[in-house]
């Protein structure tokens, strides 16, 4: 079993920036794709970015290409998301997320962690 636990959300204003933490337990952590999804009130789970664990290769939606990185530590567990320039409709629940396979898509997550609030005020 994985757990994941996020960090870091919160209210900023529009323009400004948040870092988003994860962290991972469990077994063979770097071999994990990781990344993040997000879900505002009503809407579909969306899948913001992603980090794989043996190249450590990236992947972005559009929405956030650009403006959010991701990275990972595999010595501390942790993988995180460096969110600038956020705007309102970033506003979401955030989610960490860990799947064994190559690709991070929703059908393919193992693991979820619990998700934490971002607020973007205009």
């Known amino acids: 079993q994985v757990r994941l636990v996020e960090s870091g959300g919160g209210l900023v204003q529009a323009g400004g920036s948040l870092r988003l ?3 991972a337990s469990g077994r063979t952590f770097s071999r994990y ?4 999804f997000r879900q505002a009130p009503g809407k579909e789970r969306e899948f913001v970015a992603s980090i794989r664990g043996s190249t ?3 992947e972005y939606s559009d929405s ?3 403006r959010f990185t991701i990275s990972r530590e595999n010595a501390a567990n942790t993988v995180n998301l460096q969110m600038e320039t956020l705007k309102p409709e970033d506003t979401a629940v955030y989610y960490c997320a860990a799947t064994t396979g190559p690709l991070l898509r929703s059908a393919f997550v193992n693991y979820w962690g619990q998700g934490t609030q971002v607020t973007v005020s205009s």
């Open 64 to 66: 956030v290409k650009g």
């Open 56 to 58: 450590s290769s990236t």
């Open 21 to 23: 933490g994860c962290a």
């Open 33 to 36: 794709t990781m990344g993040w």
